[in-house]
Structure formats: C-alpha cells, structure tokens
C-alpha cells in the first residue's frame, strides 16, 4: 500500500527524471548512435581523429530544427604540400547520420564551408577533416533544438 | 525564375581569396515525411554540387536530407585568371541546373 508521502515523493522523483531532450525514444536513439559510429568508421576507417584544428559553428540554441546555419572552417595553409582534403559533418541523432561531405582541392584557397541543415533533436554535431597527410582532425558543437525537424508530419 | 542564384564578386585582384554562395531553389524532401494518409513521402534532393573554375574542379560537395530546402553554399576559392567558373547542382528524378558566372582578374 502506497501512502500519499511516498507517492508524492516518486511523484516528485518522476518529474524531475525527464531529460530535456527526449524528442526521439531512448530505444530509437540507440540504433541512431550506433548508425552514427558506423557512419564514422566509412569516413576515418581505423585512423584516429583528434581534436582541434576545426572550427564548428552553429547556434547553440535553435527554435526552428529545419533551417539552421552551420559554418565549418579548417585552419590549413591550403598549399599543394598541406590541404584540406575533404570536411564531413555527422549528426548523432538525425534518422541519417550523414549531413554534409565537401571535397577540396589547394585552390580552394581557404578550408571553409557554410550552409543550413535540418536537425532532428537536441544533440552534438560533429565535423570531420581529412587532411592530405592523411591525419583527421574535429570539432565538435552541442545544439539544443526546441522544435524538431522532422516533427511537422507532412502537412501537405 | 531562377533557380539558382550565385553571388561572388566582378573582379578581384590576383592571389585573393574570393567567398562565393550559391543558393538554388529546391524543396530537398528528405524521404522521412508522411501525407496525412501516411504514405511516406518519397525522396527528392540535391545530391551533388561542383563548382569547376576554368576547368578546375574547386570543390564538390555531397547533398544528404539533412540538408535544409533551398540549399545555401558558401565556400571559397583562390582568383588565380580571368574566365568563367560553372556550378552545377544534380539531383533526385533528373534534376540537373548548371549556372556560369565570370571573373575579371587583375
């Protein structure tokens, strides 16, 4: 038999549990953590990423998950020598890991890119260089998104 | 209407470093939305934008759902001559729109 004190005590316990981020369900967001890792490993293979040298911008709070400016930019001389070969941004919690992947050549003068991207949930978006030494550098931002992306069901 | 739109400057001098943004009109459906039937919306995107500057591919970008509609991209290059750089934007159910703009070096 519950009494009232101890219901109001796991009353209390219950509210405060919730995480501030749960848009997708716990299982759900599983399988896409475990997609992003694969994800990960078809863009670096065995090779260690390490971080720095990358800049990730994004706005740390966004009311509207479908439009959000993302910047990306490597510090790199950009010479035929050392360059930026390519820049890949990963989501963790998007239904497809995958965002963006740029390809660069040494006369893009400066590793840099800027577009929007669509973000499913509050959670930490990744960028990924890939050096012409071969090494992989990243940067990291964490987002919290008040209305998801991909929550509107197609109102059409 | 253009469907796509690419600023960058008239001139430059020589060496400079130039910004570009292209901008192209598309609804990039991710293939994850349902009608109010449920029948799940099928995929329509931008998959691949080159941007080539007298014949040199600068750089070549691959386009996922996540990608907002009206895909906005910024990115840089190095003036080295005068001449006509092409962008090109391929997509889902033959969508292809290529623009061309030139550049005056001094």
Do not use: R, Y
């Given at each position: 038999m519950t009494t009232r004190r101890e219901f109001l005590v796991l009353a209390a316990a219950a509210l405060a549990?919730?995480?501030?981020?749960?848009?997708?369900?716990p299982n759900q967001a599983a399988l896409r953590k475990a997609a992003y890792e694969d994800a990960l490993r078809k863009v670096v293979g065995d090779a260690q990423v390490r971080r720095g040298r990358v800049k990730l911008q994004l706005?740390?709070?966004?009311?509207?998950?479908?439009s959000v400016p993302l910047s990306v930019a490597v510090e790199s001389p950009m010479t035929d020598a050392d360059h930026v070969k390519a820049i890949h941004v990963l989501t963790?919690?998007?239904?497809?890991?995958?965002v963006v992947s740029v390809r660069l050549s040494p006369r893009a003068g400066r590793a840099s890119l800027a577009t929007r991207v669509r973000l499913a949930d509050t959670q930490t978006v990744t960028a990924i260089a890939q050096l012409s030494d071969g090494s992989f550098w990243s940067d990291s931002a964490e987002v919290v998104v008040t209305l998801s992306a991909c929550l509107e069901e197609g109102l059409i | 209407m253009a469907r796509a739109v690419v600023t960058l400057p008239a001139q430059a001098k020589r060496g400079e470093i130039i910004e570009i943004k292209t901008l192209a009109q598309h609804?990039?459906?991710?293939?994850f939305r349902r009608t109010q039937t449920g029948e799940l919306i099928p995929r329509d995107i931008i998959r691949r934008f080159t941007c080539t500057y007298n014949g040199t591919e600068i750089c070549r970008v691959d386009l996922h759902p996540a990608i907002a509609a009206n895909p906005l991209i910024a990115f840089n290059t190095v003036a080295t001559e005068s001449g006509t750089l092409t962008f090109q934007w391929v997509g889902d159910n033959g969508y292809t729109v290529t623009e061309i703009a030139s550049i005056r070096v001094e």
């Open positions: 549990a919730p995480t501030a981020d749960a848009q997708i369900g706005p740390p709070l966004i009311d509207n998950g479908n963790e919690k998007n239904p497809l890991p995958d | 609804a990039m459906e991710t293939g």
